[in-house]
C-alpha cells in the first residue's frame, strides 16, 4: 500500500478523446506535497507517512506544529494527512512528491469534506416523495410524515431518517479513473465529481477494490532535488566563467585602444622626424634655386 497525496479542487470542466466523446472531469492541482514524519512499528506501532501541504504565514501556527515541522527542517504548512503505508513504502523525511506518483487510467479512492447544507427537511437531506399536492393536505406538502411507532414502543427509534444537518462530512468516492496528467502544471484530471467545493483539499489513494498498475512508481514517485542543486551550480559557474572571459576581452580591447590614441608612442615619432626631415631639404634646395 502507497502513500496517498493531498490535492487541491479547481474545478470541473470537459475533455475530449480521439474519436471525439466528452468525459466530465475534475481538475485537481498538486501543489508541495513533503514528507514531514515517518512513523515506525516499533515506536508508534504501524508504519505510516506524513504528508504536509499548502502555504500558510508562520504567525498563524502554534508553536507546538512549528516545532513540529522544524525536527524535520520543513516550512511549516497549512495541512497535515498521515497515510497507512507498508513497510516497503516508506519514503525519506522532506522528500517532495510529484504528479507521476499516479498514472492515466489508474483507479483511485477520493476522499474529502462534502458541501455544507445547514439544517435541511426530509425531501432535500433523503430524498423523501413528500405528501400529496392536492386539497387536504395543508401546509405540509414537504413534511417527512409520521415518525413513531403508536404506543408501542410509544417513541421515535434512534437513527430515524428526519430533517436535520446536512453535508459537511467526510465522504469517500470509490474507483474513479485518471484520464489525464500534466506534467507542467501539476494537474491530474479525474472522471466524475469529486466531494467539496472548489480551492478545497482532498487526498486522492490508490483504489483499495482495485489492482495496482505495473507501471505505478514504488515507493512513490518523487522529484529528484539533488539534479537540480547540481544544474543550478553548473550554470552559476558557467557564468561566472562568461564574465571572466568577457571582462579579460574588455581589457584587451581598452589596451589596444590606448595604444593607438598614445601620440607619444615612438612609431608616431619616428614618422614625424622623417616627414621633417624631408620638407627641410626641400626648403634648402629651393632656396639654392633662388
Do not use: C
Not at 128 to 133: D, P, V
Not at 144 to 155: E, L
Amino acid at each position: 500500500m502507497r502513500s496517498g497525496l493531498i490535492f487541491k479542487k479547481i474545478g470541473m470542466t470537459r475533455i475530449f478523446d480521439d474519436t471525439g466523446n466528452s468525459f466530465p472531469v475534475t481538475v485537481m492541482k498538486l501543489e508541495e506535497n513533503q514528507v514531514v514524519k515517518i512513523l515506525d512499528r516499533n515506536k508508534n506501532g504501524y508504519f505510516a507517512i506524513q504528508v504536509a501541504t499548502g502555504k500558510v504565514k508562520t504567525k498563524n501556527i502554534s508553536k507546538a506544529i512549528r516545532g513540529h515541522f522544524a525536527k524535520s527542517n520543513v516550512e511549516p504548512k497549512r495541512i497535515l494527512k498521515e497515510f497507512r503505508v507498508n513497510e516497503d513504502m516508506l519514503v525519506g523525511e522532506g522528500k517532495i512528491f510529484s504528479i507521476n506518483h499516479f498514472s492515466v487510467g489508474q483507479k483511485v479512492d477520493v476522499s474529502g469534506v462534502t458541501h455544507g447544507k445547514g439544517f435541511s427537511g426530509g425531501m432535500k437531506r433523503h430524498n423523501f416523495a413528500g405528501l400529496e399536492a392536492t386539497h387536504g393536505v395543508s401546509i405540509s406538502h414537504r413534511s417527512h410524515g409520521s415518525t413513531g411507532n403508536s404506543q408501542d414502543p410509544g417513541r421515535v427509534w434512534k437513527g430515524k431518517k428526519m430533517a436535520g444537518q446536512y453535508g459537511n462530512v467526510n465522504k469517500t468516492i470509490q474507483n474513479l479513473t485518471v484520464l489525464q496528467i500534466n506534467d507542467v502544471d501539476d494537474l491530474l484530471y479525474i472522471k466524475g465529481s469529486v466531494p467539496g467545493p472548489k480551492n478545497g483539499y482532498l487526498t486522492i489513494r490508490d483504489a483499495i477494490k482495485s489492482i495496482l498498475p505495473e507501471n505505478a512508481l514504488k515507493p512513490a514517485g518523487l522529484k529528484d532535488n539533488k539534479k537540480a542543486e547540481i544544474n543550478i551550480t553548473d550554470q552559476k559557474e558557467n557564468v561566472q566563467d562568461t564574465k571572466k572571459e568577457t571582462n579579460s576581452e574588455n581589457v584587451e580591447a581598452k589596451n589596444d585602444k590606448t595604444d593607438h590614441q598614445n601620440p607619444n608612442t615612438p612609431v608616431e615619432a619616428t614618422i614625424d622626424e622623417a616627414s621633417n626631415s624631408e620638407i627641410t631639404d626641400t626648403d634648402n634646395n629651393n632656396n639654392k634655386k633662388v
